[in-house]
């Protein structure tokens, strides 16, 4: 009987190995958790909004944008809980602006709370503010961008900024401030609002989209009332969670065949 | 003195090129990664210049600020959309493009290619 035993065998093994759940570790991107905050701030310093850092997920990081009305500027440092962000994007080193600085805040690994966010200027400033809790984002702050880009338009309704990317999964914020009164405005497709600021003199409004594979990636933003503004776009890295017991891959599945 | 004759002639050709940089200068290859897109007024520039009001939209003033007189109604007839590049030194160029080409850009294709000759 060993000659049908032996082929018997051999088809068993076949099987059992197709059946085997392949691991799936496809390229992910870093994705927004919690609640997103924003605040439009007349003229003030510094700058006070409570922010709620969920305790969702791995490799958080806290994600700070900022825009002021008119020449432009950008804090000279930025608190959560006390604790210093780190500046990564600082728009007034980018070319001239129509109405405002793009300027991005990091915070690496934040603890879960509810606490301020102080964005401290040295003398009153008219802007807005839009911070936002990321999962699976890389928590070395100096080499999370790939890419950053800046464009401005004079009078116009729309704007859009391509910026090419580096490396697999990054998630590309992108923001836009317009001198308009409250102009409606949306994100191109594809893009996730994060937040939106409307007010009298300055509107505002944060994104987010995820890029699988690495290369061009064109965000934009378009409004209803023709205004000078600017836009900004910046990728960030993605990290992986550490797998756990209850992300390991299934089980074999065994088929016996005698 | 054929190495005499050889050094005056690449001596002659290297002036000559520089000559040549010199008035005709170099093609430089430009970065295109931005665009907008804004309105097109009926006036001579398209736009809500000193001198024209667009009274839907608040743009400009009422007034011409230089003559007193009652500014011209500047009315929207269209919408162009521009590509924005930068040369090396970050002077920014603008073409218009094709809302195909804009559709195409925002699907993150890239935009059409640029390049100027820079006269020194």
Redesign the interface.
Known sequence: MRWLYTPLLVLAVIVTFSFRTPRAYAVAYPTRVGTDAAQYFASSDPWTMAMTVPSTGQNRALVCVVGIGGAGGAPTSMTWNGTGMTKIIDGTTL?AQQQTDGVMFYLANPTAATANVVANWGSNKQGFLICATFQDMHQTSGTVIDAS???????????????TTATDGDVIITWFGIGSTASAHTP??GQSLIASVLESNIDAGASDIGQTTA????T?W?WT??ASGD?FAVALKYQAPTASAAASPPPLEQIWIF | MLSSLAALLIGMLTTLNSMKAQVFGGITELKCDASYTKDVYDTPTGDVTPGYYDPVRNLGNIKNATTGEDSIIATVISTASYEVCNDVEGKRYEYTITSKQLTDFRDSKPLPAKSVQLVE
């Open positions: 070319p880009g800046q464009a401005n338009t004079a009078a116009g309704t729309s704007i859009s900024k391509q910026i191109g497709g290369g061009n990636i064109t934009s378009s009332t023709a836009l």
